[in-house]
């Protein structure tokens, strides 16, 4: 986490500046007509205004924030002038650290960092690895038999599988899988539910029951000592606070776990298979790793780290974070008003190719190699920067980590690839990935 600066550490800054340059109507009005996503949009601005630009889709500007410095400006340095507002995903979430604000924001990631950094992390090494364990004994029995299967349906697995044994200190059961599906089908409905909130409830109620349910089951087990294999979890932390902080109510504790296995398992899954379906358009980067160094070596580990790293400057686990604007600010030079909405996008700034030299190429090295990456802290930032960027940052690292380490000498032939990318909560494959195994490599 960017440390540099807190809120209130830093003096207000004049707030006059040159207006931000703003895109002309008519562009808008094309793609519009154009029937195009949000990102052709972001796009096209970005492309002919720079790294700190506006648009309209309604009455006031928003603007879009891609600059290096500008995307510091905004995450690290001035948090409390460009504020969070309502999560999108507050339906499923309720008021967990993602969603929260204020006070209880602060309150509430203070009792999780130390879960996710240092000692904490060495916690849940070996739950990360029975997780990554069992999902490779599965690869093996798929490689001898021949079956065929879908890569991102087992990345979703190892996620879950995993994020639950930190947060229970129990192995997924089978069971629990599937009615933990329902979490995977709100967040993917969530962009599309109707604008009313009462409205928008009832559209998932089925699957928000199914979570609940099972959230208080684990919930009510903690409470009554059931610790797992590996001794308690996250979810132990969460009902021991409540004995000491009266605001960790039931719904509370619910909202956090719920939190932690939407966020835990999603955004991984997703970031590891986009990198089976780049190695496979990339066999060289595979093989490269492999070569680096012996299984278990520094060499591999950094060589699997550089294909996780290259894999997230494609598919940044937030393609886009949004902001609202507290107070006047100068942004860049430019005036920013308050009440102005802001939108920072690591997906453009990643592939701007005056900070990445041949953007759109899949090239690990730029992780390994000196000067192969900008050193800018704006310039690549998967997780966001500054007081809110991901909490899960190390954990998500590591178990990626851990798992592709085993599963690399496995190449998956895919009997089919999505065609494209759809932007919504997160950059997710546009369709299933089924596919079969070599004989393991190396």
């Known amino acids: 986490m960017d440390t540099e600066a807190g809120p209130g550490s830093l003096p207000h800054l004049p707030a006059t500046g040159r207006p931000v340059p703003e ?55 001035r948090p409390e002038r460009y504020v969070k507002r309502s ?31 240092g000692t904490g992390m060495r916690r849940y090494e070996q739950r990360i690895t029975a997780a990554a364990d069992t999902t490779s ?32 200190g129990h192995p997924l059961d ?31 109620a089925d699957d928000l029951a199914r979570i609940d349910a099972v959230a208080r089951r684990a919930i009510d087990a903690a409470r009554g000592g059931a610790a797992g294999p590996h001794g308690p979890g996250l979810l132990h932390v969460l009902t021991d606070a409540s004995t000491e902080h009266p605001e960790y109510t039931d719904q509370l504790i619910r909202d956090e776990f719920v939190t932690l296995l939407a966020a835990g398992h999603e955004t991984t899954a997703t970031t590891l298979t986009w990198l089976h379906l780049l190695l496979d ?33 494609f598919y940044p686990s937030a393609w886009i974070l949004a902001r609202h ?16 909405d802001l939108l920072v996008c690591p997906y453009l700034t990643h592939r701007d190719p005056a900070l990445w030299p041949d953007p759109e190429r899949f090239d ?34 590591r178990e990626a980590t851990v798992l592709l380490e085993q599963l690399l000498p496995h190449a998956p ?19 299933p990935t089924p596919a079969g195994l070599e004989p393991p490599r190396g």
């Open 174 to 204: 089978d069971a629990t899988q599937r009615e933990l599906a329902a979490v995977e089908t709100v967040g993917a409905a969530l962009p599309t539910l109707p604008a009313d909130a009462a409205e928008a409830r009832d559209a998932v």
């Open 413 to 431: 032939v895919f009997h089919s690839v999505p065609p494209k990318a759809v932007h919504g909560i997160t950059v997710r494959p546009d369709g």
């Open 137 to 168: 004994a599965r690869w093996e029995t798929y490689a001898h038999t021949g079956q065929t299967f879908d890569v991102g349906q087992e990345m979703r697995r190892f996620a879950l599988d995993t994020i639950w044994r930190s947060l229970t």
């Open 23 to 77: 895109a002309e109507p008519g562009l808008v009005a094309r793609w519009r007509s154009e029937g195009g996503e949000l990102l052709d949009l972001l796009t096209l601005v970005r492309e002919q205004l720079g790294g700190v630009a506006a648009f309209r889709l309604g009455p006031t500007p928003t603007v879009l924030v891609t600059d290096p410095q500008a995307v510091r400006h905004v995450l690290a340095l």
């Open 281 to 313: 358009r990339h066999p060289e980067a595979r093989a490269q790793a492999l070569a680096a160094g012996d299984e278990g070596s520094t060499e591999r580990r950094q060589a699997v780290q550089a294909l996780i790293h290259e894999t997230l400057r």
């Open 325 to 340: 604007a507290a107070e006047d600010d100068v942004l860049a030079g430019h005036l920013v008003e308050a009440g102005s």
């Open 364 to 397: 690990p090295r730029r992780f390994t190699s000196p000067g192969g990456r900008p050193t800018h802290p704006g310039a690549y930032f998967p997780f966001g920067i500054g007081p809110r960027a991901c909490l899960g940052l190390q954990f998500a690292l």
């Open 87 to 117: 999560h999108r995903a507050r339906l499923l979430i309720g008021d967990g650290v993602l969603a929260a604000d204020g006070a209880a924001w602060k309150r509430q990631r203070r009792l999780l960092q130390s879960q996710f950094t």
